[in-house]
Protein backbone atom coordinates (compact mmCIF):
# COMPACT_ATOMS: atom_id res chain seq x y z
CA UNK A 1 0.00 0.00 0.00
CA UNK A 2 1.43 3.38 -0.96
CA UNK A 3 1.85 6.31 1.33
CA UNK A 4 -0.97 8.26 -0.40
CA UNK A 5 -3.19 5.33 0.24
CA UNK A 6 -2.62 5.17 4.24
CA UNK A 7 -3.32 8.99 4.25
CA UNK A 8 -6.69 8.60 2.48
CA UNK A 9 -7.17 5.85 5.50
CA UNK A 10 -6.53 7.85 8.09
CA UNK A 11 -9.67 9.89 9.46
CA UNK A 12 -9.66 13.41 9.84
CA UNK A 13 -9.78 14.85 13.09
CA UNK A 14 -12.94 15.52 15.33
CA UNK A 15 -13.37 19.21 16.27
CA UNK A 16 -15.77 19.34 19.51
CA UNK A 17 -18.27 22.30 18.91
CA UNK A 18 -18.69 24.93 22.05
CA UNK A 19 -22.05 24.17 24.09
CA UNK A 20 -24.27 27.54 25.07
CA UNK A 21 -26.27 26.91 27.88
CA UNK A 22 -29.46 29.26 27.24
CA UNK A 23 -30.62 30.99 30.57
CA UNK A 24 -34.27 29.49 31.78
CA UNK A 25 -36.92 32.74 32.72
CA UNK A 26 -39.55 31.57 35.04
CA UNK A 27 -42.97 32.79 34.37
CA UNK A 28 -44.57 33.88 37.39
CA UNK A 29 -48.11 32.18 38.34
CA UNK A 30 -50.98 34.02 39.33
CA UNK A 31 -53.94 32.03 41.67
CA UNK A 32 -57.25 32.72 40.27
CA UNK A 33 -59.67 33.07 42.87
CA UNK A 34 -62.39 30.50 43.55
CA UNK A 35 -65.70 31.35 44.32
CA UNK A 36 -68.36 28.94 45.69
CA UNK A 37 -71.49 28.80 44.17
CA UNK A 38 -74.21 28.66 46.79
CA UNK A 39 -75.92 25.59 47.69
CA UNK A 40 -79.98 25.65 47.63
CA UNK A 41 -81.50 22.06 49.56
CA UNK A 42 -84.41 20.89 47.86
CA UNK A 43 -87.72 20.74 50.28
CA UNK A 44 -88.38 16.68 50.43
CA UNK A 45 -92.31 15.88 50.71
CA UNK A 46 -92.98 12.95 52.26
CA UNK A 47 -95.63 10.47 50.40
CA UNK A 48 -98.51 9.26 52.25
CA UNK A 49 -98.63 5.32 52.61
CA UNK A 50 -101.76 3.28 52.48
CA UNK A 51 -101.80 0.48 53.84
CA UNK A 52 -103.55 -2.49 51.83
CA UNK A 53 -106.63 -4.30 53.84
CA UNK A 54 -105.26 -8.11 54.24
CA UNK A 55 -107.98 -10.80 53.69
CA UNK A 56 -107.40 -13.91 55.14
CA UNK A 57 -108.23 -16.90 53.68
CA UNK A 58 -110.26 -19.57 55.16
CA UNK A 59 -108.55 -22.85 55.98
CA UNK A 60 -110.53 -25.88 55.34
CA UNK A 61 -109.31 -29.17 56.54
CA UNK A 62 -109.54 -32.47 54.73
CA UNK A 63 -110.78 -35.36 56.10
CA UNK A 64 -107.94 -37.83 56.52
CA UNK A 65 -110.09 -40.49 54.42
CA UNK A 66 -110.11 -38.31 51.35
CA UNK A 67 -106.11 -37.80 52.29
CA UNK A 68 -105.84 -41.36 52.17
CA UNK A 69 -107.69 -42.10 48.64
CA UNK A 70 -104.66 -40.04 46.61
CA UNK A 71 -102.63 -42.82 45.05
CA UNK A 72 -98.69 -42.31 44.86
CA UNK A 73 -98.94 -43.05 40.54
CA UNK A 74 -101.58 -43.23 38.51
CA UNK A 75 -102.95 -46.71 37.43
CA UNK A 76 -105.67 -48.76 39.22
CA UNK A 77 -102.69 -50.90 40.91
CA UNK A 78 -101.20 -47.39 42.52
CA UNK A 79 -101.26 -47.73 46.21
CA UNK A 80 -102.22 -44.72 48.89
CA UNK A 81 -99.64 -41.87 49.21
CA UNK A 82 -96.95 -41.72 51.28
CA UNK A 83 -96.66 -38.06 52.61
CA UNK A 84 -93.48 -36.66 53.97
CA UNK A 85 -92.16 -38.12 57.36
CA UNK A 86 -92.29 -35.49 60.44
CA UNK A 87 -88.57 -34.29 61.28
CA UNK A 88 -89.55 -35.68 64.79
CA UNK A 89 -90.04 -39.32 63.14
CA UNK A 90 -87.10 -38.68 60.89
CA UNK A 91 -84.81 -37.93 63.90
CA UNK A 92 -86.12 -41.11 65.32
CA UNK A 93 -85.58 -43.19 62.15
CA UNK A 94 -81.83 -41.82 61.81
CA UNK A 95 -80.57 -42.26 65.48
CA UNK A 96 -82.14 -46.09 65.04
CA UNK A 97 -80.18 -46.81 62.35
CA UNK A 98 -77.10 -45.06 63.82
CA UNK A 99 -77.62 -47.67 66.88
CA UNK A 100 -78.01 -50.54 64.39
CA UNK A 101 -74.71 -49.73 62.76
CA UNK A 102 -73.05 -49.01 66.07
CA UNK A 103 -73.91 -52.40 67.31
CA UNK A 104 -72.87 -54.60 64.20
CA UNK A 105 -69.79 -52.21 64.29
CA UNK A 106 -69.18 -53.57 67.80
CA UNK A 107 -70.76 -57.26 68.13
CA UNK A 108 -68.55 -58.36 71.12
CA UNK A 109 -69.39 -55.05 73.12
CA UNK A 110 -73.16 -55.51 72.39
CA UNK A 111 -73.82 -58.85 73.59
CA UNK A 112 -71.35 -58.02 76.68
CA UNK A 113 -74.32 -54.98 77.12
CA UNK A 114 -77.37 -57.38 76.26
CA UNK A 115 -76.16 -59.58 79.29
CA UNK A 116 -75.77 -56.76 81.85
CA UNK A 117 -78.83 -55.46 81.25
CA UNK A 118 -80.72 -58.33 81.16
CA UNK A 119 -79.21 -59.24 84.53
CA UNK A 120 -80.14 -55.53 85.74
CA UNK A 121 -83.82 -56.60 84.77
CA UNK A 122 -83.76 -60.14 86.42
CA UNK A 123 -82.22 -58.52 90.01
CA UNK A 124 -84.31 -55.35 90.14
CA UNK A 125 -87.81 -55.80 88.35
CA UNK A 126 -87.41 -60.12 89.18
CA UNK A 127 -88.62 -59.56 92.65
CA UNK A 128 -91.74 -57.34 91.33
CA UNK A 129 -92.81 -60.22 89.49
CA UNK A 130 -91.30 -63.56 91.81
CA UNK A 131 -92.60 -62.47 95.52
CA UNK A 132 -90.78 -64.16 98.39
CA UNK A 133 -89.55 -63.67 101.75
CA UNK A 134 -86.09 -63.17 102.19
CA UNK A 135 -85.90 -61.86 105.84
CA UNK A 136 -87.72 -64.68 108.07
CA UNK A 137 -86.26 -68.53 108.40
CA UNK A 138 -88.27 -71.31 107.49
CA UNK A 139 -86.55 -74.59 109.16
CA UNK A 140 -88.93 -76.32 107.50
CA UNK A 141 -87.88 -75.89 104.01
CA UNK A 142 -84.47 -75.72 104.67
CA UNK A 143 -82.17 -77.17 102.13
CA UNK A 144 -84.91 -78.68 99.52
CA UNK A 145 -83.74 -79.21 96.30
CA UNK A 146 -84.84 -77.40 93.16
CA UNK A 147 -88.52 -78.07 92.25
CA UNK A 148 -91.93 -76.76 91.22
CA UNK A 149 -92.17 -74.40 94.59
CA UNK A 150 -89.12 -73.42 94.21
CA UNK A 151 -86.86 -73.78 91.22
CA UNK A 152 -83.54 -73.48 92.71
CA UNK A 153 -84.75 -74.61 95.85
CA UNK A 154 -84.03 -72.95 99.36
CA UNK A 155 -80.87 -72.31 101.47
CA UNK A 156 -80.12 -73.61 105.31
CA UNK A 157 -82.66 -70.91 106.38
CA UNK A 158 -85.47 -72.43 104.39
CA UNK A 159 -85.23 -68.92 101.89
CA UNK A 160 -85.69 -69.52 98.54
CA UNK A 161 -82.11 -69.48 95.90
CA UNK A 162 -84.23 -67.66 93.22
CA UNK A 163 -85.64 -64.36 95.30
CA UNK A 164 -82.51 -64.82 97.43
CA UNK A 165 -80.05 -64.44 94.00
CA UNK A 166 -82.21 -60.94 92.75
CA UNK A 167 -81.84 -59.30 96.14
CA UNK A 168 -78.61 -60.24 96.21
CA UNK A 169 -77.93 -59.09 92.74
CA UNK A 170 -79.31 -55.36 93.56
CA UNK A 171 -76.34 -55.10 96.38
CA UNK A 172 -73.65 -56.31 93.95
CA UNK A 173 -74.35 -54.40 90.77
CA UNK A 174 -74.72 -51.44 93.05
CA UNK A 175 -71.67 -51.65 94.84
CA UNK A 176 -70.00 -52.81 91.95
CA UNK A 177 -71.17 -50.06 89.65
CA UNK A 178 -70.92 -47.32 92.33
CA UNK A 179 -67.29 -48.35 93.45
CA UNK A 180 -66.16 -48.72 89.40
CA UNK A 181 -67.37 -45.72 88.60
CA UNK A 182 -66.13 -43.69 91.75
CA UNK A 183 -62.89 -45.36 90.77
CA UNK A 184 -62.36 -43.98 87.18
CA UNK A 185 -63.81 -41.24 88.26
CA UNK A 186 -60.85 -40.09 90.92
CA UNK A 187 -58.09 -41.99 89.20
CA UNK A 188 -59.27 -39.71 85.78
CA UNK A 189 -58.58 -36.44 87.59
CA UNK A 190 -55.34 -37.66 89.03
CA UNK A 191 -53.72 -38.88 86.31
CA UNK A 192 -54.95 -35.91 84.18
CA UNK A 193 -53.76 -33.22 86.62
CA UNK A 194 -50.40 -35.23 86.80
CA UNK A 195 -49.61 -35.99 83.52
CA UNK A 196 -50.42 -32.14 82.05
CA UNK A 197 -48.69 -30.20 85.01
CA UNK A 198 -45.80 -32.79 84.66
CA UNK A 199 -42.42 -31.78 86.62
CA UNK A 200 -42.18 -31.91 90.46
CA UNK A 201 -45.67 -32.42 90.92
CA UNK A 202 -46.21 -35.31 88.01
CA UNK A 203 -43.09 -37.08 90.02
CA UNK A 204 -44.68 -36.82 93.67
CA UNK A 205 -48.38 -37.94 92.07
CA UNK A 206 -46.69 -40.76 90.64
CA UNK A 207 -44.35 -42.06 93.46
CA UNK A 208 -48.09 -42.35 95.60
CA UNK A 209 -49.61 -43.85 92.79
CA UNK A 210 -46.88 -46.62 93.15
CA UNK A 211 -46.55 -46.67 96.54
CA UNK A 212 -50.54 -47.59 96.31
CA UNK A 213 -50.00 -50.33 94.25
CA UNK A 214 -46.90 -52.25 96.02
CA UNK A 215 -49.62 -52.44 99.13
CA UNK A 216 -51.69 -55.67 98.75
CA UNK A 217 -55.20 -54.48 98.00
CA UNK A 218 -56.77 -57.50 100.05
CA UNK A 219 -54.97 -56.86 103.02
CA UNK A 220 -55.94 -52.30 103.25
CA UNK A 221 -59.52 -54.02 102.54
CA UNK A 222 -59.32 -56.48 105.10
CA UNK A 223 -58.09 -53.33 107.59
CA UNK A 224 -61.02 -50.95 106.51
CA UNK A 225 -63.81 -53.22 106.70
CA UNK A 226 -62.89 -54.40 110.36
CA UNK A 227 -62.49 -51.13 111.86
CA UNK A 228 -65.64 -49.83 110.90
CA UNK A 229 -69.01 -51.32 109.50
CA UNK A 230 -69.11 -52.94 105.88
CA UNK A 231 -72.62 -50.90 105.05
CA UNK A 232 -72.85 -50.53 101.19
CA UNK A 233 -71.55 -47.01 101.40
CA UNK A 234 -68.71 -48.11 103.60
CA UNK A 235 -67.93 -50.89 100.87
CA UNK A 236 -68.32 -48.60 97.64
CA UNK A 237 -65.54 -45.95 99.13
CA UNK A 238 -63.72 -48.64 100.58
CA UNK A 239 -63.27 -50.70 96.95
CA UNK A 240 -62.82 -47.30 95.17
CA UNK A 241 -60.24 -45.98 97.20
CA UNK A 242 -58.02 -48.64 96.37
CA UNK A 243 -58.75 -49.38 92.47
CA UNK A 244 -58.38 -46.37 91.35
CA UNK A 245 -54.53 -46.39 91.12
CA UNK A 246 -54.48 -48.39 87.79
CA UNK A 247 -57.13 -46.06 86.16
CA UNK A 248 -54.72 -42.60 87.16
CA UNK A 249 -51.57 -44.43 85.29
CA UNK A 250 -53.22 -44.91 82.43
CA UNK A 251 -54.55 -41.81 81.90
CA UNK A 252 -51.66 -39.87 82.84
CA UNK A 253 -50.06 -41.71 79.33
CA UNK A 254 -52.67 -40.46 77.26
CA UNK A 255 -52.73 -36.38 79.42
CA UNK A 256 -48.51 -36.65 78.16
CA UNK A 257 -49.55 -37.34 74.46
CA UNK A 258 -52.28 -35.27 74.51
CA UNK A 259 -50.79 -31.72 76.18
CA UNK A 260 -48.30 -31.60 73.30
CA UNK A 261 -51.34 -30.84 70.42
CA UNK A 262 -51.95 -27.52 69.28
CA UNK A 263 -55.64 -26.98 70.97
CA UNK A 264 -54.31 -27.74 74.03
CA UNK A 265 -50.69 -25.44 73.49
CA UNK A 266 -53.54 -22.42 71.95
CA UNK A 267 -54.84 -22.72 75.84
CA UNK A 268 -51.79 -21.76 77.47
CA UNK A 269 -50.94 -19.29 74.59
CA UNK A 270 -54.15 -17.64 75.06
CA UNK A 271 -53.69 -18.00 78.96
CA UNK A 272 -56.55 -20.04 80.09
CA UNK A 273 -55.68 -22.07 83.67
CA UNK A 274 -54.63 -25.63 83.69
CA UNK A 275 -57.96 -27.14 85.58
CA UNK A 276 -59.69 -25.61 81.91
CA UNK A 277 -57.51 -27.59 80.03
CA UNK A 278 -57.56 -30.56 82.20
CA UNK A 279 -61.54 -30.85 82.47
CA UNK A 280 -62.16 -29.11 79.00
CA UNK A 281 -59.35 -30.88 76.70
CA UNK A 282 -57.54 -33.50 78.56
CA UNK A 283 -60.30 -35.38 80.05
CA UNK A 284 -62.63 -35.55 77.33
CA UNK A 285 -60.31 -36.67 74.69
CA UNK A 286 -59.53 -39.34 77.17
CA UNK A 287 -63.13 -40.43 77.08
CA UNK A 288 -62.20 -43.59 75.17
CA UNK A 289 -59.89 -44.79 77.44
CA UNK A 290 -62.06 -44.03 80.23
CA UNK A 291 -65.10 -45.68 79.83
CA UNK A 292 -63.10 -49.24 78.40
CA UNK A 293 -61.47 -48.76 82.20
CA UNK A 294 -64.86 -48.23 83.76
CA UNK A 295 -66.50 -51.88 82.86
CA UNK A 296 -63.11 -53.74 84.04
CA UNK A 297 -63.22 -51.38 87.14
CA UNK A 298 -66.95 -52.48 87.64
CA UNK A 299 -65.72 -56.11 87.02
CA UNK A 300 -63.08 -55.70 89.60
CA UNK A 301 -65.67 -53.80 92.07
CA UNK A 302 -68.20 -56.92 91.97
CA UNK A 303 -64.86 -59.55 92.67
CA UNK A 304 -64.13 -57.73 95.38
CA UNK A 305 -67.07 -57.47 96.94
CA UNK A 306 -67.54 -61.22 96.57
CA UNK A 307 -64.48 -62.28 98.19
CA UNK A 308 -65.09 -60.03 101.02
CA UNK A 309 -68.24 -61.33 101.76
CA UNK A 310 -66.97 -64.76 101.42
CA UNK A 311 -64.66 -63.88 104.23
CA UNK A 312 -67.56 -62.32 106.07
CA UNK A 313 -66.71 -59.05 105.99
CA UNK A 314 -69.35 -58.12 103.26
CA UNK A 315 -72.89 -56.76 103.72
CA UNK A 316 -74.35 -56.94 107.04
CA UNK A 317 -77.39 -59.68 107.24
CA UNK A 318 -80.21 -59.46 106.50
CA UNK A 319 -78.85 -58.13 103.63
CA UNK A 320 -77.19 -60.63 100.84
CA UNK A 321 -75.28 -60.23 98.21
CA UNK A 322 -73.47 -63.08 96.26
CA UNK A 323 -70.37 -63.28 97.76
CA UNK A 324 -72.83 -64.13 101.17
CA UNK A 325 -74.78 -66.71 99.47
CA UNK A 326 -71.38 -68.55 98.41
CA UNK A 327 -69.89 -67.97 101.64
CA UNK A 328 -73.78 -69.44 103.19
CA UNK A 329 -72.67 -72.62 100.46
CA UNK A 330 -70.00 -73.35 101.16
CA UNK A 331 -70.73 -74.46 104.72
CA UNK A 332 -73.15 -77.27 103.44
CA UNK A 333 -71.76 -78.34 100.37
CA UNK A 334 -70.28 -81.11 102.14
CA UNK A 335 -73.47 -82.43 102.20
CA UNK A 336 -74.63 -82.59 98.23
CA UNK A 337 -76.64 -79.18 98.69
CA UNK A 338 -74.48 -78.14 95.31
CA UNK A 339 -77.60 -75.58 94.22
CA UNK A 340 -76.63 -73.07 96.84
CA UNK A 341 -73.58 -72.35 94.98
CA UNK A 342 -74.16 -73.13 91.09
CA UNK A 343 -76.55 -70.11 91.09
CA UNK A 344 -74.54 -67.35 92.39
CA UNK A 345 -70.89 -68.59 91.14
CA UNK A 346 -72.61 -68.35 87.60
CA UNK A 347 -73.98 -64.82 87.83
CA UNK A 348 -70.85 -63.57 89.47
CA UNK A 349 -68.88 -65.27 86.32
CA UNK A 350 -72.07 -64.59 83.96
CA UNK A 351 -71.66 -60.12 85.36
CA UNK A 352 -67.73 -60.80 84.71
CA UNK A 353 -67.13 -62.13 81.61
CA UNK A 354 -70.21 -59.55 80.20
CA UNK A 355 -68.08 -56.48 81.50
CA UNK A 356 -65.05 -57.75 80.00
CA UNK A 357 -66.59 -58.93 76.83
CA UNK A 358 -67.62 -54.72 76.76
CA UNK A 359 -64.44 -53.54 77.51
CA UNK A 360 -62.58 -55.36 75.42
CA UNK A 361 -65.66 -55.10 72.13
CA UNK A 362 -65.10 -51.23 73.59
CA UNK A 363 -61.28 -50.69 73.42
CA UNK A 364 -61.03 -52.17 69.86
CA UNK A 365 -64.16 -50.38 68.22
CA UNK A 366 -62.73 -47.13 69.61
CA UNK A 367 -59.56 -47.95 67.90
CA UNK A 368 -61.20 -48.50 65.05
CA UNK A 369 -62.50 -45.54 64.80
CA UNK A 370 -59.43 -43.13 66.00
CA UNK A 371 -57.58 -45.27 63.71
CA UNK A 372 -59.86 -44.44 60.66
CA UNK A 373 -59.79 -40.52 61.57
Known amino acids: MSAEQVNAAVPEPFEAQPFEAQPFE ?25 AQPFEAQAFEAQPAHSAARARGSKGRHAGPAVGPALPAQQDVASGFRRLIATARSMPLATVGLAILVATAVFCFIGPVLYHTDQVHVFLSQANLAPGAGHPLGTDGDGNDELGRLMVGGQVSLEVGAAAGVLAAILGSLWGAISGYVGGYLDAVMMRVVDAGLAIPTVVVLLVVVTIYRPTEPVLILVIAATSWLSTARLVRAEALT ?6 VQAIRVM ?3 SLRAVLRHIAPNAFGTIVVNVSFQVANAVLTLAILSYLGLGIQSPAVDWGDMIYAAVQTIDDGYWWQIVAPGLAIMLVVVALTMLGDGLRDGLGRESRGR
Not at 28 to 49: D, G, L, N, R, S
Not at 258 to 263: A, C, G, M
Open 271 to 273: GGG
Open 258 to 263: LRTREF
Open 26 to 50: AQPFEAQPFEAQPFEAQPFEAQPFE
